[in-house]
């Protein structure tokens, strides 16, 4: 195995620190054979003084020594340098300590006695896992554009190397994923690490602005357009002029406006409602959707052109049981946000209750997660979070209350089947009750997949 320190041109540098003199040459001798730079401290005040005159790579320290131990070392390192990896040895009676330590952000643990290779494949782990490795705090600098993008896995971290390279043009992207699993935090992210970062970022839920307000709020409108327009509007478009604008949920578009928002995009140009001038635009477009386009083209719910303009590159991000590897990171993140309103100290997560966080299914993905963090913290005593308030807080889930979409969408399905039963099937009458004309009513019965023959046949069927 060819470890980090080996495939790179420069030595990581590693601090190493343990109270017995022993141990400590012996690490530093191992770790130097396999190609590293090492840093000795024989207690916890001297590395922290190391830190200030260095930029290790990486932090191996003993759990139990004088005056100050491994954890509180950890928490010191962490807030003068959150993203560094730190690895605690342990011996075999502190075990229960080493894996709250972990849950609470620490790298690793190692149980002492441990082998030669076991250390080595654990510290180039950790290398290989820290962005700023080899090129030190300029790299870290560089990296800000993902900072908030909380992430240890393989799978997203090939995703962030591919988003950043799309960030350096300005071609159009469409970002693929479930819902919950922070669709906007990715696309916020590609506008940083671009050469638009100094420009506004506006982000526009399009499942969420009804048909007849989103042609206003992407391209404005002048005063006395429509009633209630009593001054000139700026557009989304406009506003976002020079940096970029994220069309959530664009697969809820509605047709009609599809036709307008190609145009935008083909001439670069908005037209403000109630105006005779286009205006010239420059807007980098990153949209996102949870569902299946091509599906929806097939569907004729979504225009095939639109589709091809929006998706020059198009970037999957991955649900939360497919990168499980960051659960332990981000439940941590997510009890450091709310712990504080528990009013009383919380330190982290039980064994058994990180074990169920790790393998839950997690449909709701990121969004889900944080809500049981916060519902857990809430309700805990202790200062760990118990297995048995996790699994009260997933098992709550199947009650939550569903989305604003989902709701709406559901009541839409049940309205129009009842005018269809209601009407037997008769379109037209359905229509009127409806008070929508034929064209628009066919296009929702057509958006939830209800045939108006199949209430004519139930009909004839309840007559007989």
């Given at each position: 195995m060819i470890n980090a320190a080996q495939s790179s041109s420069i030595n990581e540098t590693i601090l190493i620190v343990d109270d017995d003199p022993s141990l400590?040459?012996?690490?530093?001798?191992?770790?130097?054979?396999?190609?590293y730079?090492?840093?000795?401290?024989?207690?916890?005040?001297?590395?922290?003084?190391?830190l200030k005159s260095s930029q290790p790579q990486l932090v191996i320290s003993d759990l139990k020594m004088d005056g100050m131990d491994g954890m509180a070392l950890f928490e010191k390192?962490?807030?003068?340098?959150?993203?560094?990896?730190?690895?605690?040895?342990?011996?075999?009676?502190?075990?229960?300590d080493a894996i709250n330590a972990t849950k609470q952000g620490v790298f690793s643990f190692l149980t002492k006695p441990f082998q030669s290779q076991e250390l080595l494949d654990t510290v180039e782990q950790a290398i290989r896992l820290q962005p700023q490795n080899e090129i030190g705090q300029q790299q870290a600098d560089e990296n800000l554009w993902r900072e908030k993008i909380i992430s240890r896995s393989a799978v997203m971290s090939t995703l962030l190397q591919q988003a950043k390279q799309v960030a350096k043009s300005d071609f159009s992207l469409l970002i693929q994923s479930e819902s919950g699993t922070?669709?906007?935090?990715?696309?916020k992210a590609i506008h940083l690490a671009s050469h638009r970062h100094k420009k506004p970022f506006i982000a526009i839920n399009c499942a969420a602005i009804p048909e007849q307000l989103l042609e206003s709020e992407l391209f404005g409108h002048r005063k006395g357009a429509f009633t209630g327009a009593e001054k000139n509007h700026v557009g989304l478009f406009e506003a976002a002029n020079g940096g970029t604008l994220f069309l959530d949920e664009?697969?809820?578009?509605?047709?009609?406006?599809?036709?307008k928002l190609l145009r935008a995009l083909q001439e670069k140009e908005v037209r403000p409602l109630g105006s005779t001038v286009a205006v010239k635009v420059d807007v980098r477009i990153i949209a996102a959707t949870h569902q299946n386009l091509q599906k929806a083209i097939i569907n004729k719910s979504f225009r095939e052109d639109l589709y091809y303009r929006l998706n020059v590159v198009e970037l999957e991000l991955p649900?939360?049981?497919?990168?499980?590897?960051?659960?332990?990171?981000?439940?941590q993140h997510f009890l450091s946000k709310c712990k504080d309103k528990s009013g009383h100290l919380i330190n982290g997560f039980s064994k058994e209750a990180m074990e169920l966080l790790i393998s839950a299914p997690w449909p709701g993905n990121i969004r889900q997660l944080e809500n049981v963090i916060e519902q857990s913290v809430a309700l805990s005593s202790e200062p760990l979070i118990s297995e048995a308030l996790i699994r009260n807080a997933l098992r709550d889930k199947?009650?939550?209350?569903?989305?604003?979409?989902?709701?709406?969408?559901?009541?839409?399905?049940?309205?129009?089947?009842?005018?269809?039963?209601?009407?037997?099937?008769?379109?037209?009458?359905?229509?009127?009750?409806?008070?929508?004309?034929?064209?628009?009513?066919?296009?929702?019965?057509?958006?939830?997949?209800?045939?108006?023959?199949?209430?004519?046949?139930?009909?004839?069927?309840?007559?007989?």
């Open positions: 400590l040459r012996l690490l530093g001798i191992r770790l130097s054979a396999a190609g730079d090492v840093l000795p401290a024989k207690n916890a005040k001297e590395a922290l003084g190391l390192i962490r807030q003068q340098q959150p993203n560094l990896p730190v690895i605690i040895m342990t011996a075999h009676g502190t075990i229960p922070g669709k906007e935090l990715l696309a664009i697969g809820d578009m509605p047709m009609n406006f599809q036709v649900p939360l049981s497919d990168r499980r590897e960051d659960i332990p990171l981000l439940a199947t009650s939550q209350l569903p989305s604003f979409q989902e709701a709406r969408d559901h009541f839409e399905r049940d309205y129009l089947a009842k005018l269809l039963d209601i009407t037997a099937g008769n379109v037209s009458q359905a229509a009127r009750i409806a008070q929508r004309n034929r064209t628009e009513f066919y296009k929702l019965l057509n958006k939830h997949h209800l045939q108006a023959e199949s209430f004519r046949e139930e009909k004839k069927e309840d007559d007989e």
